[in-house]
């Protein structure tokens, strides 16, 4: 602290402290009335998740736009609340299906939300859901699953059958179904028939199998019964000239118990098939218990056949493409019309369906089966 001596001169010296105190005092009490006050920062609220209600874990709904509800989250501090939900086909909600945002919270202590539109049917889906307070998001909740509703469709472009007890195709010779299970072909002049809603010069057709098992007794033509076919029209398959199918041959199957496909291109004269080196190459005792997704897929100017065990999956066991020749003409039956099975039996001309075989999840698009499509199915 700094100490000043005073000598006393005179009135004038005293009175010249005074006040030069006086403006020091005055200039401080100015200094300190001039300063802004401050005020606290607002914290950030402390929120709870929400807890997932409905539908119940793992549920089949017989629905495609199901409501949702969680039990509210909580916050430690009042002002509006409102919660988002997340619908997808993995647990990693990416890509998510549905997505709402700032769906106000219900004063019961329960929120819900509608989808208000169609997911994909016969699929598990995921969703979970967060609670928003002003900026602040609390963490997901866990996640639930649900099965929507097994139901198909037929329009241009693509067409998807569960085969769940009902068929969008005509069904014909004598099916019957397994609950829970899928459509038997109970003969092999049975079959189911659907005509497409516009020609595909590319696309797949697949199909989830069960039931197939070796040396199926042969009749008439040897034993080339079909899995599943395509052609131009409802007359024999055998005549048409965009005849299509794929095969798994018994007894007398040239060799017996293989693989094997035919797809004629437009022309009587262009045949696409494998030849006895390549078939006796996919010889397969497969095994009846076991589903196997059979997938052919077609373009301008090649087919492919892909049989996987254990469904979509599961390990490649047969794999094989064959080109048209150069400037052959693309493969488009009009009207286009697909089997389960195949139709021929009944014309006496070759064997027909692969019989007491179950069928489901049927798929004929321009593109690819969709990853999910009848995941729930399984």
């Known amino acids: 602290m700094k100490v000043v001596k005073v000598v006393r001169v005179g009135k004038a010296s005293t009175l ?27 914290s950030a609220p402390t929120l709870t998740a929400p807890a997932i209600e409905a539908p119940a874990a793992d549920a089949q709904l ?38 709402r945002t700032g769906v106000p919270e219900d004063a019961s202590g329960r929120t819900s939300v509608s989808t208000d539109l169609d997911l994909q049917p016969a699929t598990v889906m995921y969703w979970r859901s967060r609670m928003t307070q002003g900026t602040t998001n609390s963490d997901w909740s866990a ?20 085969l769940q007890g009902d068929t969008l195709g005509t069904s014909i010779g004598g099916t019957s179904f397994a609950p829970g299970e899928g459509l038997r072909v109970d003969n092999e ?30 009749s008439g033509g040897g034993s080339k019964y079909k899995i599943f076919s395509m052609m131009d029209g409802t007359g024999d398959l055998i005549s048409s000239k965009y005849q299509l199918s794929v095969q798994y041959r018994g007894l007398e199957g040239n060799p017996d118990n293989c693989i094997a496909f035919k797809a004629v291109w437009g022309d009587a004269d262009v045949k696409l098939e494998p030849d006895f080196g390549q078939r006796a190459s996919a010889v397969m005792a497969l095994d009846p218990a ?66 007491g075989a179950t069928f489901r999840n049927l798929w004929v698009g321009a593109g690819p089966r969709p990853a999910a499509l009848g995941n729930a199915l399984r």
């Open 16 to 42: 010249w402290l005074i006040g030069s105190l006086v403006v020091a005092l005055s200039a401080g009490a100015c200094a300190s009335e001039n300063e802004t006050p401050t005020t606290p920062t607002p």
């Open 62 to 99: 017989d629905t495609l736009r199901p409501v949702l509800t969680v039990r509210n989250g909580t916050s430690n501090q009042s002002g509006t609340r409102t919660y988002e939900f997340q619908v997808a086909t993995t647990t990693s909600f990416s890509p998510v299906a549905v997505l």
């Open 143 to 162: 996640t639930g699953s649900f099965r929507t509703r097994p139901v198909g469709f037929n329009r241009p472009g693509e067409l998807y059958d569960p």
């Open 189 to 218: 002049n049975a079959y189911v028939r659907y005509q497409l809603g516009q020609t595909l010069p590319s696309g797949e057709m697949s199909v989830e199998v069960k039931g197939l098992r070796p040396n199926l007794p042969g």
């Open 290 to 355: 076991r589903w196997y997704l059979w997938t052919a897929t077609w373009n301008v100017s090649a087919f492919r056949l892909v049989v996987r065990v254990d469904g979509p999956g599961g390990a490649v066991i047969y794999d094989r493409t064959i080109s048209a020749p150069p400037g052959t003409g693309p493969y488009a039956p009009s009207p286009h019309f697909v089997y389960i099975g195949a139709n021929s039996g009944a014309f006496g001309t070759e064997n027909g369906s692969f019989y």
